[in-house]
């Protein structure tokens, strides 16, 4: 009896063993996702506000002051315009172009149109997708934006929301999909960039320097000073742009980590040594040291460590700094006073020489020698600098020749400058209606 009792209980376990096998191989094959983490997460909402804080307030102040008043409203509605109107194409399309699933190496798949079927998690990191989009849709409101400076006083409204929202997809987002979106760029030739040093200031300076080109120069340039009417504003604006930075470069760590707190160490370093280097040239060249020297110097060493920042020791950032005011500063001299092109605010000098540099000495200075990250696996120091040079001139030429074109193609419908009588009137009247200050 106990025999037969023992037998027909082996059956029963035998059969549910069996059973059990299949649902033990499906559990294992289960693919699973991982949650957001909330830490990560707050951390990259916050960031999107000070990258957004950036432009407006920060940019519009930072530029604003440098112009005469006559033309201060007029900067702060071109900034926030193009602004606007970045962030709604990025929703629309912008996104998925530089985001989207990668396919081809060239452009994002149209998989997130509108933002539809976003992951819970962004691959890759620890946060929903809809915050990684938010965080990319303050990048992709800043770099068109930056533009500006190269030709207020004189741009017709209409021609630049027209280029920089056809901008912001034809340049743009390509690269962000080479650099950042699983692109050639960083797939086949590995070019790194932590923050933007090639997608956002090579891009944006580049840019500018072809359209201040193609719009011509200022009346009276360069034979009439035309000194900044609000150094004050200037310097408030600049201070914005520096503590929204922390965003900007820690929020690329895409994590609240020791990553975070090393790119904003590093940040803050070399905006530090760039502003004080700057003034100490001045203080040789003309004199004295500036506000407006300092503001711009503190700008040009955060654009230059942006594509670096997580990826050097403080020691480099401190390099970096330095080394963005010995270049950035002298390049003004060049492309105003030899070559005579008026890029009103000195984007290309400053955002663009600076971006470039900082993404090619990025090669050197994350080796382990200067305390840096290291390469990855079965790279060497002249292979990644070959790398970045490929990076950085490949995205310079794209941004020059598609810029020429949208600049042109744009300007046989809207013109790109205002009548002689209303920039000398000034844009706020001319272009708005309006007036900045009223004094009685």
């Given at each position: 009896?106990?025999?037969?009792?023992?037998?027909?209980?082996?059956?029963?376990?035998?059969?549910?063993?069996?059973?059990?096998?299949?649902?033990?191989?499906?559990?294992?094959?289960?693919?699973?996702?991982?949650?957001?983490?909330?830490?990560?997460?707050?951390?990259?909402?916050?960031s999107?506000?000070?990258?957004?804080?950036?432009?407006?307030?920060?940019?519009?102040?930072?530029?604003?002051?440098?112009?005469?008043?006559?033309?201060?409203?007029?900067?702060?509605?071109?900034?926030?315009?193009?602004?606007?109107?970045?962030?709604?194409?990025?929703?629309?399309?912008?996104?998925?172009?530089?985001?989207?699933?990668?396919?081809?190496?060239?452009?994002?798949?149209?998989?997130?149109?509108m933002?539809?079927?976003?992951?819970?998690?962004?691959?890759?990191?620890?946060?929903?997708?809809?915050?990684?989009?938010?965080?990319?849709?303050?990048f992709?409101?800043?770099?068109?934006?930056?533009?500006?400076?190269?030709?207020?006083?004189?741009?017709?409204?209409?021609?630049?929301?027209?280029?920089?929202?056809?901008?912001?997809?034809?340049?743009?987002?390509?690269?962000?999909?080479w650099?950042?979106?699983?692109?050639?760029?960083?797939?086949?030739?590995g070019?790194?960039?932590?923050?933007?040093?090639?997608?956002?200031?090579?891009?944006?300076?580049?840019s500018?320097?072809?359209?201040?080109?193609?719009?011509?120069?200022?009346?009276?340039?360069?034979?009439?000073?035309?000194?900044?009417?609000?150094?004050?504003?200037?310097?408030?604006?600049?201070?914005?742009?520096?503590?929204?930075?922390?965003?900007?470069?820690?929020?690329?760590?895409?994590?609240?980590?020791?990553?975070?707190?090393?790119?904003?160490?590093?940040?803050?370093?070399?905006?530090?040594?760039?502003?004080?280097?700057?003034?100490?040239?001045?203080?040789?060249?003309?004199?004295k040291?500036?506000?407006?020297?300092?503001?711009?110097?503190?700008?040009?060493?955060?654009?230059?460590?942006?594509?670096?920042?997580?990826?050097?020791?403080?020691?480099?950032?401190?390099?970096?700094?330095?080394?963005?005011?010995?270049?950035?500063?002298?390049?003004?001299?060049?492309?105003?006073?030899?070559?005579?092109?008026?890029?009103?605010?000195?984007?290309?000098?400053?955002?663009?020489?600076?971006?470039?540099?900082?993404?090619?000495?990025?090669?050197v200075?994350?080796?382990?020698?200067?305390?840096?990250?290291?390469?990855?696996?079965?790279?060497?120091?002249?292979?990644?600098?070959?790398?970045?040079?490929?990076?950085?001139?490949?995205?310079?030429?794209?941004?020059?020749?598609a810029?020429?074109?949208?600049?042109?193609g744009i300007?046989?419908?809207?013109?790109?400058?205002v009548?002689?009588?209303?920039?000398?009137e000034?844009?706020d009247?001319?272009?708005?209606?309006?007036?900045?200050?009223?004094?009685?």
């Amino acid at each position: 009896m106990r025999s037969g009792m023992s037998r027909r209980f082996s059956v029963v376990a035998g059969a549910l063993a069996l059973a059990a096998i299949p649902c033990a191989a499906l559990a294992q094959g289960e693919v699973q996702i991982p949650a957001a983490d909330s830490g990560d997460t707050a951390w990259i909402l916050i960031s999107s506000a000070l990258v957004l804080m950036m432009t407006m307030p920060g940019l519009t102040l930072f530029y604003g002051g440098l112009v005469r008043a006559k033309n201060f409203l007029a900067v702060l509605v071109q900034v926030g315009a193009i602004a606007a109107a970045a962030s709604l194409l990025w929703v629309i399309c912008g996104y998925t172009l530089a985001f989207g699933d990668a396919s081809n190496g060239w452009l994002g798949a149209g998989n997130a149109w509108m933002l539809i079927n976003l992951s819970e998690v962004r691959e890759g990191t620890t946060v929903p997708e809809s915050a990684f989009a938010l965080f990319q849709m303050t990048f992709a409101a800043i770099t068109p934006a930056l533009m500006a400076g190269a030709w207020v006083d004189r741009a017709r409204f209409g021609w630049v929301v027209a280029f920089c929202a056809l901008w912001g997809l034809v340049v743009y987002a390509p690269v962000a999909h080479w650099v950042w979106g699983g692109g050639w760029l960083s797939t086949v030739m590995g070019t790194k960039d932590f923050a933007g040093g090639i997608v956002v200031h090579t891009t944006a300076g580049v840019s500018a320097l072809v359209a201040a080109a193609l719009i011509g120069k200022r009346q009276g340039f360069p034979r009439s000073l035309m000194l900044p009417h609000s150094p004050s504003l200037t310097m408030a604006g600049a201070a914005l742009l520096w503590v929204g930075w922390f965003g900007f470069n820690g929020g690329s760590a895409m994590t609240a980590s020791d990553d975070a707190a090393s790119a904003i160490i590093n940040t803050h370093l070399a905006a530090c040594v760039a502003a004080l280097v700057w003034i100490l040239i001045e203080r040789f060249k003309v004199g004295k040291p500036t506000s407006v020297g300092f503001a711009t110097g503190a700008v040009a060493g955060l654009a230059t460590v942006t594509p670096a920042a997580g990826f050097v020791s403080p020691g480099a950032a401190i390099l970096l700094g330095m080394i963005a005011s010995s270049v950035c500063f002298p390049m003004i001299q060049l492309i105003k006073q030899k070559l005579e092109i008026d890029d009103s605010l000195d984007v290309f000098a400053v955002h663009g020489v600076g971006g470039m540099t900082g993404s090619i000495l990025l090669a050197v200075f994350m080796s382990p020698w200067f305390g840096g990250v290291g390469y990855d696996d079965g790279v060497t120091m002249a292979g990644q600098f070959a790398g970045q040079l490929v990076g950085v001139g490949v995205v310079a030429i794209w941004s020059a020749v598609a810029s020429a074109v949208l600049a042109v193609g744009i300007s046989v419908l809207l013109p790109m400058r205002v009548s002689e009588d209303e920039e000398r009137e000034g844009l706020d009247i001319g272009s708005h209606g309006e007036r900045a200050w009223e004094f009685d």
